[in-house]
């Protein structure tokens, strides 16, 4: 965002618009810098909210690492200012909102969608894991979309930057975590970027079929998490089969260059047949 850099952010710098969505802290609106014309979202938090649920720390990591960050597929956050009561952060506007609501409208998403939302996935935790970031907490409700349809991670409350790699704090929902953090004593041992590439088979998994693949009860979906226990559905491509199975597996856990391009690309071939 364009602007004079020796004067701080305030909010008589913005307009402000209609409300995007509420958080469990946050509320998020539409806004415009007055001066430039830039549209972004304002989030505005209440530091005695912030107190109250003991997410200081928590909020302050988010925007040391949000900040830091430049990819397309990751939610830019271009500043912040506070006053007495509030924080803001100016944050990107992504103007097709939630993932998660465009998957709950169609219910599945083709293959080719499915794909390439993957393959953006897959290059936005690449540039993360590169830097030592782990996100911790990718689902569908954390991943918005812009206004070409691309998507964008969002929700850094979670993550960690962690040079020596290793970390140890359990996070995230359920669902999407892997077998070493739901293990008992799981939250105690230390774990690297491996649990994200995990979340994404996960996704890919809800992608394709429309429901995460270990839900169940709380106790049962640990234990099938446990064992890597899933039904792929026979409408899912053997392609995108064997890619799920490789991705959420007890051994390995690798996603190489070769298996992306060959999921995203196949699907690109057949959205060409299609569109
Ligand atoms: P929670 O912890 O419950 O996820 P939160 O405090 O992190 O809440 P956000 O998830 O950041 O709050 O924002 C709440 C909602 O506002 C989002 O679910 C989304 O619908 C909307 N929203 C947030 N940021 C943006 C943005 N940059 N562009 C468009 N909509 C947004
Ligand atoms: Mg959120």
Redesign the pocket.
Same mark, same amino acid.
């Given at each position: 965002m364009p602007r004079n850099r020796d004067k701080p952010l305030s909010l008589n710098d913005f307009e402000i618009g209609k409300p995007? =969505? %509420? #958080? %469990?802290? =946050?509320?998020?609106y !539409?806004a415009r810098e007055k001066s430039t014309g830039f549209i972004?979202?304002l %989030?505005v938090?209440h530091k005695s909210e912030l107190v109250q649920g003991k997410v200081e720390i928590q909020v302050r990591r988010e925007i040391e690492i949000q900040s830091n960050l430049r990819h397309p597929n990751v !939610?830019r956050l271009f500043g912040y200012f506070h006053d007495k009561k509030r924080i803001f952060l100016v +944050? $990107?506007?992504? #103007?097709h =909102? $939630?993932l998660y609501k465009h998957l709950q409208k169609a219910g599945k998403f083709p293959e080719w969608r499915a794909a390439q939302y993957i393959a953006q996935m897959t290059a936005a935790l690449k540039y993360l894991h590169k830097k030592h970031i782990m996100h911790r907490d990718i689902k569908p $409700?954390?991943i +918005?979309v812009g206004i070409h349809g691309e998507i %964008?991670i969002?929700?850094f =409350?979670w993550s960690v930057h962690a040079p020596n790699n290793r970390r140890k704090t359990m996070c995230g929902t359920l669902d999407y975590l892997p077998p070493e953090m739901v293990i008992p004593g799981g939250k105690d041992r230390f774990y690297d970027e491996k649990i994200d590439i995990w979340s994404l088979g996960v996704l890919m998994y809800e992608f394709l079929v429309g429901q995460a693949p270990f839900e169940d009860t709380p106790v049962m979906t640990q234990r099938r998490i446990m064992r890597a226990e899933m039904t792929i559905p026979s409408f899912v491509s053997p392609e995108a089969r064997d890619l799920i199975k490789k991705v959420n597996s007890l051994t390995s856990r690798v996603l190489s260059d070769t298996d992306q391009f060959l999921f995203s690309s196949s699907y690109s071939t057949l959205r060409n047949v299609y569109h």
């Open positions: 995007l =969505g %509420k #958080g %469990k802290f =946050g509320r998020v !539409l972004c979202a %989030k938090l !939610l +944050l $990107e506007y992504a #103007g =909102g $939630e $409700e954390n +918005l %964008k969002s929700d =409350g």
